[in-house]
């Protein structure tokens, strides 16, 4: 399967990956979040399926702009900009997880990285495409405006011990804000600042770590620097008219690291993780220790399951990749329609 991501001395046949599957009934579907988009994301979906072409359709109708015209051809800077990039990444996977529903894949839970849990939730029927929309775009808009009025960046830390960062931070801590953003696998960890303390950060982890790479973000996702848009997004979601049903399969609440059908309990976590840690390597390893060996990423690229692999060696971990779910469900061992 091109573009699966297998390393060729481990990759699966797919007479393998069926009987792996067949063998392993749980699946989990999980969810990209920012940072996955890229000009073109879709492409080949969008041209031969009226489902995708009827919801990014109806996303543009209640955006009040192009939605697809944006993702097909940009310009680029405008797409990655956070309030343009999480409406897009919310359209294309829920779109995706659609044409898998349809092809008659039904995951046994879901879960979701920052902007994935929104689609997480929809994709299991606790709120409608339309208001998950409407939710995704305003989070996006009050996380860049909270950019705008508290400047911060993020890095990546790559190849240092969990523990080791987690003391810096504590230590850098007393001269700004910074905080840990992102656990998401072993030896990859994203803190959240400040733009005034980012040299010095740079300079006090790059001795611990392989590498220390700023990413291109807008802002400081997921720490105290967002405490103000957390704020508005409270009282978007207590104002507004928005469907919220008890979703048909369990969601794993990345702020509990526990399943939950309670809406209470959903939206709280959706609210807390603004400004607490993504726990992507604590949330794979509860699913792991609840016996899930199957994990499906829906979204534009395989930035997940490429988490997955390395937390878990041991997991059949495929992606959509934003092409041809048919791919996927092939690889499931289901009949492709």
């Known amino acids: 399967m091109r573009g699966s991501g297998w390393p060729r001395r481990l990759s699966p046949s797919p007479c393998q990956l069926r009987a792996m599957s067949k063998e392993i009934a749980r699946s989990a579907a999980i969810f990209s979040g920012q940072g996955?988009?890229?000009?073109?994301?879709?492409?080949h979906l969008y041209e031969r399926s009226d489902g995708v072409k009827?919801?990014?359709?109806?996303?543009?109708?209640?955006?009040?702009?192009?939605?697809?015209?944006l993702c097909a051809r940009g310009p680029e800077e405008e797409l990655s900009e956070t309030s343009r990039s999480q409406p897009a990444i919310f359209a294309l996977s829920y779109a995706m997880y659609r044409l898998l529903r349809d092809n008659g894949w039904r995951p046994d839970i879901v879960a979701g990285h920052s902007l994935g849990e929104f689609t997480a939730l929809a994709a299991a029927g606790g709120l409608s495409f339309e208001d998950g929309l409407r939710t995704v775009a305003k989070r996006g808009e009050l996380m860049a405006r909270a950019s705008r009025e508290r400047p911060g960046a993020m890095l990546a830390v790559l190849g240092a011990a969990t523990e080791a960062v987690e003391e810096k931070v504590k230590t850098l801590q007393q001269l700004g804000v910074i905080a840990i953003a992102n656990y998401n696998c072993p030896g990859q960890v994203v803190l959240a600042l400040e733009r005034e303390l980012l040299e010095q950060a740079k300079d006090e982890l790059t001795p611990l770590a392989k590498k220390v790479v700023e990413l291109p973000v807008s802002g400081a996702f997921h720490s105290p620097l967002m405490a103000e848009a957390q704020t508005r997004f409270a009282e978007f979601l207590a104002q507004a008219s928005l469907?919220?049903?008890?979703?048909?399969?369990?969601?794993l609440l990345n702020a509990t690291l526990t399943p939950s059908h309670d809406l209470v309990e959903i939206k709280e976590a959706l609210i807390a993780q603004m400004t607490e840690p993504v726990r992507w390597q604590q949330a794979v390893l509860q699913l792991i220790r609840s016996g899930f060996r199957v994990f499906i990423e829906v979204g534009p690229k395989d930035v997940l399951t490429k988490l997955v692999r390395r937390i878990e060696r041991n997991c059949l971990a495929l992606a959509t990749d934003g092409h041809d779910p048919q791919r996927v469900i092939a690889a499931l061992g289901l009949e492709v329609r």
């Open 36 to 43: 996955s988009q890229y000009l073109g994301m879709g492409q």
């Open 54 to 69: 009827e919801i990014f359709k109806k996303a543009s109708d209640i955006l009040g702009w192009d939605l697809w015209e």
């Open 243 to 251: 469907s919220f049903k008890r979703p048909r399969i369990p969601i």
